[in-house]
């Protein structure tokens, strides 16, 4: 899995009423952005391919491996329904074997198709496990580029792809604040984060990420306590996609019995972090990394 951070260095607001203890302060943790799951691709046993049946499982097998390798989440194993599918084939060239590649949709269409690496038709015979991982460690870096371009094409003609509309967000729930934070933050929130860019819904089904919060405030000492929110981002697989902290040292009568001025305050200063979270991972799924090198 693959991090990136952020830091948001924001100056502290000139003027206003006080407490604003969150202005400025968006925390270490920042905006920490994994790269979102990816639909699986199966690579069933090739039923085609010019070997026995053991040589051509151990054939899907490493090329599910190989691939997973460049970031393709792959298994081997059958077709499944609203799962994508490699499909095998392998016909003879002369004194070689060519191994050939066709991506197959959840749809049963073919959305594109690879010739592989030439392998000499007598080692190919033999099935040896040597030689298959070969083939599938030559093939595999061609197979995740066609992959990408595959995942491009399909999000960019789907009008409902991330990259056609605004992303629809859901603000869940907040725990663990005194006095009326957990009900007081969220609905701050709610008032600064909906934009043009973004689009707030009212359930959690609907919505392309979802943000909730943790408020950490250990008993006062002498009237002082040090108050950590967490807000976390999850896209629709419930999969943590990014964090943004606020960390201040606050009197306890700033925020109990209510967080007033506190409370929008921090909420002003999250949706910032959190509207890079969700960006970053927008464009993380339209531009997914190079292959990398093994």
């Given amino acids: 899995m693959r991090h990136i951070s952020l830091w948001f260095a ?27 799951p990816a639909p699986v691709l199966m690579v069933p046993t090739p039923a085609t391919t010019l070997l026995n049946d053991a040589a051509a499982r151990t054939f899907a097998s490493d090329l599910a491996a190989e691939l997973a390798d460049y970031d393709v989440p792959s298994v081997a194993g059958s077709i499944q329904k609203n799962n994508w ?36 038709a007598a080692e190919w015979a033999k099935g040896s496990p040597t030689i298959l991982a ?31 509309r605004p992303p629809r967000i859901f603000i869940g729930t907040m725990t663990g604040a005194p006095g009326d934070g957990d009900t007081t933050l969220p609905m701050d929130l709610a008032h600064v984060l909906a934009g043009p860019n973004l689009k707030l819904v009212s359930s959690k089904q609907s919505a392309d990420f979802t943000v909730t919060g943790k408020v950490k405030a250990p008993p006062a000492k002498d ?72």
């Fill in 85 to 120: 599918h490699l499909q095998i084939t392998a016909n003879h060239d002369g004194n070689n074997v060519m191994p050939r590649y066709d991506v197959i949709g959840p749809n049963g269409r073919s959305y594109g198709k690879l010739i592989g690496h030439p392998v000499p």
């Fill in 134 to 164: 070969k083939a599938a460690t030559a093939d595999a870096p061609a197979l995740s580029k066609l992959m990408t371009s595959i995942n491009a094409r399909v999000q960019q003609s789907n009008p409902q792809s991330l990259e056609n």
């Fill in 223 to 294: 009237g002082q306590m040090l108050v950590e929110l967490d807000w976390l981002v999850r896209d629709q697989n419930n999969r943590v996609i990014g964090q943004v902290t606020q960390i201040h040292m606050l009197r306890q009568n700033d925020i109990e019995p209510y967080w007033g001025d506190v409370a929008a305050a921090a909420a002003k200063e999250a949706a910032g972090g959190i509207r890079q979270v969700v960006q970053n991972a927008i464009l993380k799924k339209a531009n997914p990394p190079a292959v990398k090198p093994k």
């Fill in 10 to 36: 924001l100056l502290l607001a000139g003027c206003g009423t006080l407490p604003q203890p969150f202005y400025g302060n968006p925390g270490p943790a920042a905006a920490r952005l994994a790269l979102p």
